[in-house]
């Protein structure tokens, strides 16, 4: 709604609750608030303020076999003959969930130096963060039957604990002006931005991490053909293993675009940008690890300064149809 002549407030609600169309008990229930504000409309200098904020509260589907498909093989005949699935099959736990948090603010300024240039500089900075515990489907068995209500399927339980943050800044110049008579379109800005990812891992199968004792044990297995959400399951823990990476970005670019007539253009662009990443933290190794696991630090860098072009032609045999090549 309008605040006044120059300023204006828009509020978004998003809302959805519910179960998910042929999937028994996958669950998707979010909502989520999208505020903005804008100062200066329908004048040289303009000021626009947004946010978004997302909650998720879902119970994630860990997919269903593919037995009975074109494709699928197997080395066990019996399994190989097998028919599909129902498709409304959930070979996950009740007890299953997914809790995503995200939310991201954006400042715009936006300044008018003439008719044709324009000079605006976007700040934003997120975080996104998302705990959850997953059970999919591995190995399948006929268990020594040519019965299929014998049929089985591994699970796995899989713990994510993540954090991405974002933040970004970038500077950005939009002009016109004339070669031998041809307008061009000219586009360059400058670019700076940071994002870190921060990992925790987890396992239901570890017994014993640098000498410590862990309550890992084997989860049962699902029929194949009438799997039940309410096994008893162990709950995925924290071994200690983490990755925290963090990458630096800083980059200049510039894109023309040379207007030949109302129909012909070509254009073409660069980017310079200079990089550094690095990630740290804790392995569990050696791998497939159960009773004799180490937890062994890792430190890792690059750097680096890519260069990116393009070019193209584009014609316009219409108003409202574009040919790119």
């Known amino acids: ?37 804008a100062f200066g409309l329908e004048t040289d200098t303009r000021l626009y303020l947004y946010s978004q904020h997302v909650r998720q509260n879902n119970i994630p589907d860990g997919g269903i076999s593919t037995i009975g498909m074109d494709g699928f093989y197997n080395a066990d005949a019996r399994l190989n003959a097998g028919a599909e699935v129902d498709s409304d099959n959930f070979y996950g736990s009740s007890s299953d969930y997914e809790d995503v948090e995200a939310d991201m603010f954006t400042v715009k300024f936006e300044h008018d130096l003439n008719d044709v240039t324009t000079l ?5 900075i997120g975080k996104t963060t998302t705990d959850r515990i997953l059970t999919g489907i591995n190995t399948l068995s006929a268990n020594n039957s040519s019965n299929p209500a014998n049929w089985t399927v591994t699970r796995s339980r899989q713990l994510t604990d993540q954090e991405n943050e974002i933040a970004a800044n970038q500077t950005n110049l939009n002009t016109e002006f004339f070669t031998f008579g041809l307008r061009n379109t000219l586009a360059t800005g400058v670019e700076f931005m940071r994002e870190s990812q921060r990992t925790e891992s987890g396992s239901t199968s570890v017994t014993k991490i640098d000498g410590a004792n862990y309550p890992g044990m084997a989860l049962p297995l699902a029929n194949l053909y009438d799997p039940d959400a309410h096994d008893s399951m162990i709950k995925p823990f924290k071994t200690g293993a983490y990755s925290d990476g963090t990458t630096d970005t800083a980059a200049f670019y510039a894109f023309d675009t040379l207007h030949l007539n109302e129909q012909w253009s070509v254009n073409a662009g660069v980017r310079f940008e200079h990089y550094e990443t690095d990630s740290k933290g804790l392995s569990l190794g ?12 890792f430190d890792l860098n690059d750097s680096g ?17 574009s040919i790119y090549q």
């Open 286 to 297: 050696p791998n497939q690890c159960v009773n004799n696991c180490t937890l062994t630090p």
């Open 1 to 37: 709604q309008s605040m006044s002549d120059n300023s204006a407030l828009r509020l978004n609600l998003m809302r959805r609750d519910g179960g998910v169309d042929g999937r028994d008990t996958v669950e998707n229930s979010s909502y989520g608030v999208a505020p903005a504000l």
């Open 120 to 124: 605006r500089n976007t700040s934003r």
């Open 305 to 321: 300064e890519p260069t990116s072009w393009n070019s193209g032609v584009v014609y316009k045999p219409a108003e409202n149809i």
